[in-house]
């Protein structure tokens, strides 16, 4: 290849990159302007088309057929614009309503995120021979709460960069396929909210697919999916503590996720100060309206993150792993749910 074959080439490439760009912004825009119409009288039925599922897929659609446009920004921006997002669904919640929500959940996900962690060993290390670190990361982030729980422990575990793309890859496969067929399932199977919000919080792994299930099935899963899983998201701490450990890895930085905490404090304000007032209330509920929906372009920032290189380097052994472990928890919850 001559040099002019070379800076022709680098052209062409340029000229993609800057059309695949203004694309993604487009999108972008269009999501942002079809959301804020839902202030607008008269125009809520044309918001309502942009849900939660509709801007994952769009995110999905753009990073299959074009890449990745902006791979640093997304995943800044979708890691924050979550966790603003959460705190801001804080304030449409009742502090003793979401604990008598999530109650029943709550004992279940001791018992789901200790056998989760032994079961994926299992598969993971016994049947299909994957690699230790990113097998224990896939457990991890299936036991809690997907990425979030991989990014506390991989250090802790000294997780090389590639075992860490595996195991988020895996993670975010399966996360992006359940926020399609979670209420798909739960309304073929009749569930009631409360009981879906239960199975979506404990069976998905990310707090954003979870929260956009919930929201997708009900107002009242989504309370109890959001409690449940934020709860769940705690078990952060004491896993890295255990993993430090067993592992033997000594002065390691352990990730907090501070967020949940901001979260509770938004529900305890909600209750027993913007709840006590008419205007207070009204206050509150238009910080959650809003959170909803920087939660549904948080989804968008998340699809646009699964290129194809992503699911090149997943691999099929960690990819089956993290099937498997997935179709064991989400069954035996959902026999916990119907039988006890």
Known sequence: MTSNQVVEKDKEMSLLQSKNKTIYVSLLVIISIFLL???????????AWITPPVA??????FALLCGQAHPKFNKKVSKYLLQYS???????????ASLASGKEGMEFTIISVVGTLIIGWFIGRKLLKVDRDTSYL????????GGSAIAAVGPVLKAKDSEMSVALGTIFILNAIA???????GHALNM????FGTWAAIAIHDTSSVVGAGAAYGEEALKVAT???LTRALWIIPLAFATSFIFKSKGQKISIPWFIFFFVLAM?????VLDTTETGTLIGANINNFARKTLTITLFFIGASLSRDVLKAVGIKPLVQGILLWVVISVSTLVYIYWF
């Open 37 to 47: 119409l839902d202030y607008i009288p008269g125009m809520h039925a044309i918001s």
């Open 56 to 61: 994952l897929f769009l995110g999905l659609a």
């Open 86 to 96: 959460v705190v801001g669904l804080g304030f449409g919640m009742n502090v003793e």
């Open 138 to 145: 896939i457990s991890s982030g299936t036991a809690i709460c």
């Open 179 to 185: 926020l399609f067929i979670f209420p798909m399932i």
């Open 192 to 195: 009631s909210q409360h009981e």
């Open 227 to 229: 409690t449940i899983k």
């Open 268 to 272: 305890v304000f909600n209750t027993y």
